[in-house]
């Protein structure tokens, strides 16, 4: 037989530690090591053979670029396998829970991605004749119905490309509403907790008011002895911005007191619906008292966000307001559906405009889907969910770590660093979760908490994942408390180590220098 | 009001910041405990000379690899120098809070206004029950 007959070793003879091995690429295994694009590159090539062309005539004066570009030039397989390794060095939902509170990252359905592709979705135009794209102007509509009935107000404004987008819209109208009441010159004051996400004070700024903080009490809560104070001179209240639940991860419980005396003073009230997400089905904020409230729809209706966006913040809007809700919005008659551009007949009070078109079409495409795919009790139940999948891992961390607050949480567990030694803390049981193979969760936010980590696990995760985390979490918090140095190191396995935040806040290096050639041949 | 401050006075305020009165001028800064918290920091907006604040006022702003936070102005009055190396070298806020790392200089209009601040070890007793 001149067959080999003896096969191959098909059993592991162990040898050195991962550690200790160096290889020649710096790749790591699978985990392929990979250089910057201008280092990967050359400028003398190209990816694409196209023939120069012909007669061309140089009509720039003396402006046209004397020498080379020095963009790298790379072949399709080298451009696919450079942004592919990069991909492959990043952390996705699609990889792993994605604890970061605030952020409701939770799972993108693949539904959604099939319905968003639709030619009849993907392939229009905004400026397409309106009677060619009805069925799209139906879905704005029919998400827009959605939307109101869901937090019980009247109106929506759809065209706010994100949650600060959204705010600005709201606060927008506020403004409007204010300059028809002819207070505009003395209503300036807009009073912002002080767990607020940093986007309300910076909104109300840059619509042109005063912020002034209300204090947290010792539940997390609106200190309501600081807002009743806030308000005994009222006459420059222009309103509230108000995260519920807020960003400690607690329900507001005094938020109809705050409507109301908000209401009495003679100002608005704006809600930050970034954690819509844990109410969804259960609390209308119509009901509440509330003016006006952003969603964000690439959170609480599972649009793609963490990658750069894009994002989408309808923003809806009480009676009070509904007229000065931003153009452009659909309406529909016996014709079919419109979309109203101007500020006149239907938009006449309309405070401007926020984008050139009506919004994040594609982002609607998916909301709609997550909506009609989930029904209004599943929506319900995807919220009751989210704060049981949050109770659950506050529940089985703080035997280790110190919960923040007293109770029950909503859709986000948060934690102080009272627990850890003084030699490590929150920046290091972040770092170290990486090792373990997680997105660290938020950290230092909310700024009343010492040390905060904010945790939001999402619907998505199923109890299994769920103890999957808590047991890695609490084996770094085990380690934090009894003050293990080590955590210090942390990363050890990730494609980078720990980076230096200090030196690249003070000295950042904002672009890439070709290495001088000297140093090349030296190398 | 100048007769009060014939001798260099330090008084700290409950947002941290110490000021430090001579005259009728009295120089802001942020404290060590204040320092500590906020972690490195890495950028200072000092406000410009000729700005005239209110007691409460927003005077700077520190941010730091955690959070930025704003410096209220211990005292009203009229800001007649600030520490333009902050710029260049925000590590000395961390490095020197209660000495190199100043942020600016007020000239004060009404002297009585510190009598809410507290002096170092009111200061001291305060930061504990913050901690």
Redesign the interface.
Known sequence: MTMNSTGRPTTPSGGETMSDIQTVSGSRGLMQHEDLIFETGCTNKTGVDLPAPKGLKNRLGGVARKRSTELPGLSEPETMRHYVRLSQKNYAIDLGLFPLGSCTMKHNPRLNEKVARMPGFADIHPLQPQYTVQGALELIDQLAGWLKKLTGMPAVAMSPKAGAHGEFCGMMAIRRAIIARGEIETRTRVLVPASAH?TNPATAVQCGFKVDEIKADKRGRVDMEDFKAKLETSDDIAGIMLTNPNTCGLFETDIREIAELIHQAGGYFYCDGANFNAIMGRVRPGDLGIDAMHINLHKTFSTPHGGGGPGAGPTVLSDALADYAPVPFVIHDEDGYKLVEEAEGEGEEAFGRLCAFHGQMGMFTRALTYMLSHGADGLKQAAEDAVLNANYIQARMKTVMTPAFDGYCMHEALFSDAFTADNVGTLDISKALIDEGYHPMTM?FP?VVHGAMLIEPTETESRAELDRFCDSLEAIAERAKAGDESLKGAPYLAPMRRLD??QA??KPVLRWYKPEPEKIAAE | MTEQFTQQVTFYTEDHEWVTVHGDMATVGITKYAAEQLGDVVFVETPEVGKTVKKGDDLAVVESVKAASDVYAPMSGEVVDTNGELADAPEKVNEHPESEGWFCVIKFSDGAETEGLMDKDAYFEFCKGEA
């Open positions: 940093g230092y700024l935040e200090t806040a003070r």
